[in-house]
């Protein structure tokens, strides 16, 4: 679950006065609308991505996603080169073939009603502190009250969860490995690509973060220490000097 408001306003505010930034709830999420019979895949949103971007006419951009969102941008940005001037991957999905113990996740994410229980506790602000530390946020100090609350009120969302259920049975997860794995087309990539990456990574190890640096041609890795999974959400300066460093030497 999360939303371009609850992962990205910090650096909304910090990199609006160098660029001009969008930040897409995308479907299902955030305050965008959720419909029942949708297949929410990674091509649907590298697809939504060029139509939002038809929509407003923007011949090319700078596109950017944390996780879930990392694996959407690296294949808009493989499937729509000439519509992408650079390419951000911060902790992304598509670097790695499989989940660590891929077994056993893809059974309780994909084959069991153990992922529909994991949504309903999310609605309970003990479960989300702890899933915050254990997996978002390297620092115990850094998880406040108010971050739990934003949090919690994205749980409270009524279609919370549901298009995230359909990724993973859709698209996302297989027995054998993830179907968004993108490691093979990755030497095909030819903008300026910029991968941030949590040092202490326990949802993408950073290893993979490393091998997709070595695939992308003109890449850029820029590991954050003491870092989870979220890392412009604890880090949000060290995040926006970084990528707005990018900007400067890339784009300007």
């Known amino acids: 679950m999360d939303s371009a408001k609850l992962s990205w306003d910090r650096i909304i505010e910090n990199l609006s006065h160098q660029a001009q930034v969008y930040a897409l709830d995308l479907p299902g999420y955030g305050q965008s609308e959720y419909r029942s019979g949708v297949q929410y895949s990674t091509n649907f949103y590298a697809h939504f991505i060029k139509a939002f971007m038809d929509e407003l006419k923007l011949d090319k951009a700078m596109v950017m996603g944390l996780s879930l969102g990392g694996g ?12 992408a001037t650079a390419l951000g991957l911060v902790g992304a999905n598509g670097m790695a073939k499989k989940w660590e113990w891929h077994f056993i996740t893809y ?10 229980l994991s949504l309903y506790m999310m609605r309970k602000k003990s479960f989300i502190r702890t899933i915050v530390k254990a997996g978002l946020f ?7 009250d108010e971050l739990l609350d934003e949090i919690y009120q994205e749980a409270l969302n009524p279609h919370f969860g549901r298009a995230y259920e359909s990724f993973q049975r859709s698209d996302y997860m ?10 093979d087309q990755m030497p095909n990539i030819d903008v300026p690509t910029l991968i941030i990456h949590g040092s202490d990574d326990r949802t993408i190890p950073v290893d993979h973060a490393r091998r997709a640096h070595k695939l992308i041609p003109d890449s850029e890795l820029h590991i954050m220490d003491e870092c989870r999974h979220w890392s412009q959400k604890e880090y949000p300066n060290e995040f926006s000097q970084v990528v707005g460093s990018f900007i400067s030497r890339k784009l300007s």
């Open 72 to 83: 959407v941008v690296l294949s808009f940005t493989l499937q729509f080169p000439e519509r």
């Open 107 to 116: 059974h309780f994410y994909v084959r069991t009603p153990l992922n529909r």
């Open 138 to 144: 390297y620092k115990p100090e850094n998880i406040t």
């Open 174 to 183: 297989g027995r054998q490995g993830l179907r968004s794995y993108f490691g």
